[in-house]
């Protein structure tokens, strides 16, 4: 079967680090996206890791292990703003579909 | 430059009806996917049209259909509609070279009364 399992919820500090951790078991694998969606709105591209490693964006970092089904978003210098869900989707051997977690409701406190 | 564009934003229907929502693509992109996106949930796979053709499908019923233009623009059709159609339904467009992912347009709510 695939699935995607990800913390439903998180709480972390302005000006914190966190680390959002996604496990994924698909058909296939072309690769994992992360995706930042606020209430009521439609998800926006973080980013797209399909080999092994650590991506950096700015503030937004994402890992990949592919022999552990495993990856995690980094949030560094969190500010109110980044108060959303983050969905962690992978890209199975379908290469058309995406799979996607629940999602982890990121509550950013003062 | 355009993103996706969905049409309409808020649509209230009843049981048993049939609704029509309208995706526009990114500028340079071909394909289009469709999800359903249920309160608190991550978006469900319904399809994906390239040139035109049904690519891909998920596990949702004939009642949904679709189709893709030649300027590649897409409708997703629901007929006989079920409250538990009430969603938000989100349309992706992509291209070959996936550069930027999958750009996802605002979405059209949807309730079903």
């Known amino acids: 079967g695939q699935n995607i399992d990800q913390p439903t919820e998180m709480t972390a500090t302005e000006g914190a680090i966190v680390q959002i951790n996604c496990t994924y078991q698909?058909?296939?694998?072309?690769?994992l996206f992360w995706y930042q969606q606020h209430a009521g709105e439609a998800p926006t591209f973080l980013s797209y890791?399909?080999l092994d490693g650590l991506e950096e964006k700015g503030r937004f970092s994402s890992f990949l292990s592919r022999s552990k089904g495993y990856s995690y978003l980094l949030l560094k210098e969190l500010q109110m703003k980044d108060s959303a869900s983050y969905l962690c989707?992978?890209?199975?051997?379908?290469?058309?579909?995406?799979?996607w977690g629940a999602g982890t409701k990121l509550i950013i406190k003062p | 430059d355009a993103g996706v564009t969905q049409s309409p934003t808020h649509l209230i229907k009843t049981r048993g009806q049939q609704v029509t929502l309208r995706c526009s693509p990114k500028?340079?992109?071909?394909?289009v996917s469709w999800y359903q996106q249920a309160l608190g949930q991550g978006p469900q796979f319904i399809f994906q049209?390239?040139?035109?053709?049904?690519?891909q499908r998920g596990n949702f019923p004939d009642r949904f259909s679709g189709h893709q233009f030649p300027n590649y623009s897409s409708e997703l059709n629901v007929n006989a509609l079920l409250l538990g159609d009430s969603a938000l339904y989100l349309c992706?467009?992509?291209?070959?070279?996936?550069?930027?992912?999958?750009?996802f347009g605002s979405g059209t709510r949807l309730t079903v009364v």
């Open positions: 992706a467009s992509s291209s070959v070279s996936r550069d930027y992912g999958y750009t």
């Open positions: 500028s340079g992109h071909d394909t």
């Open positions: 049209y390239y040139e035109e053709e049904e690519r």
């Open positions: 698909t058909s296939g694998f072309n690769g």
């Open positions: 890791n399909v």
């Open positions: 989707a992978s890209e199975g051997d379908s290469n058309y579909q995406l799979i």
